[in-house]
């Protein structure tokens, strides 16, 4: 299945973010652990030239250890600052300590001439990445608008914790996917809108990939034995195991399908991680 993506409101988006980028001393780059180097956009790349950078690998908890600290190794290898965050855990502060060390050349200059200054930075990341939520957690107070699907965070949001300024962008794509896989990933953690998705297909990608990278992932979770088979077979034996019906006796195979996407976004199917060091 090919997937392209990019409703109009990310162009108006992207020219926000280039606008604001000379009021702001760093970038949050918000990630997602399932998919780390999807997320990473060349939108965001180009923004970030010249400026400090924190990354944020979120939803740590949908992952095993072991494939975050090899994500880790990776970054400071590369001499890159991350951090891990959990957007639902209610605490984030260490993505405040994280951004203060970023920046600690700005805070080391002002304190020097004994002047206390906050540091301003633009929180940026892929549609349904966990930004706002983010934020959420570390200001303990939701006041920036959340949602569980692609495309919530539509205007420019500051806001304000511990000597921090947090400027909030709407999640945006890229105009055109060359590299499909990056697209297949992306949406399989929410961030192209379902709508525009052949979902059946996606599961079907989905279950393929699966199969290779967690292959007992759904007996044990659907009590189905489709370790070894195809994606086909796989989806077709779940299709039975759960018996969603339409009107007429027939399978319901668009909510087998959605069902399945769900369960591994919620993190029903086990700890996944899609893009694996080596």
Not at 102 to 127: F, N, Q, T, W
Request: proline share 2%; hydrophobic share 40%; glycine share 8%.
């Amino acid at each position: 299945m090919l997937i392209q993506w990019f409703p109009g409101h990310m162009t108006k988006a992207i020219r926000m973010m280039e606008e604001n980028l000379r009021l702001v001393d760093a970038l949050i780059y918000v990630v997602d652990a399932r998919a780390i180097a999807s997320c990473k956009s060349p939108v965001f790349d180009r923004l970030l030239a010249g400026k400090r950078v924190l990354y944020v690998i979120n939803k740590c908890d949908l992952v095993k250890e072991e494939d975050i600290l090899a994500w880790e190794r990776d970054f400071e290898e590369r001499g890159l600052k991350c951090v891990r965050a959990v957007g639902t855990s209610g605490d984030c502060s260490q993505i405040v300590r994280g951004l203060k060390q970023v920046a600690a050349d700005k805070l080391e200059k002002y304190a020097a001439k004994g002047a206390k200054v906050s540091v301003r930075a633009m929180v940026v990341g892929v549609p349904n990445s966990g930004k706002s939520t983010i934020i959420n957690s570390m200001i303990k107070k939701a006041k920036a608008v959340t949602g569980d699907r692609p495309g919530v965070t539509r205007g420019k949001q500051w806001l304000s914790v511990d000597g921090v300024d947090f400027l909030d962008t709407p999640g945006t794509l890229w105009s055109k996917f060359t590299d499909q896989r990056v697209a297949h990933h992306l949406a399989y953690i929410g961030s192209i809108k379902d709508d525009v998705l052949d979902m059946c297909e996606l599961a079907l990608d989905f279950a393929e990939e699966v199969l290779t990278i967690a292959p007992t992932a759904f007996d044990e979770r659907y009590g189905v034995h489709v370790e070894g088979k195809d994606s086909v077979s796989a989806f077709e034996d779940i299709l039975l195991a759960k018996r969603f019906l339409l009107k007429g006796g027939e399978y319901d195979r668009e909510r087998t399908a959605r069902m399945i996407i769900d369960d591994f976004r919620k993190g029903r199917l086990g700890k996944i991680m899609l893009e694996r060091q080596n």
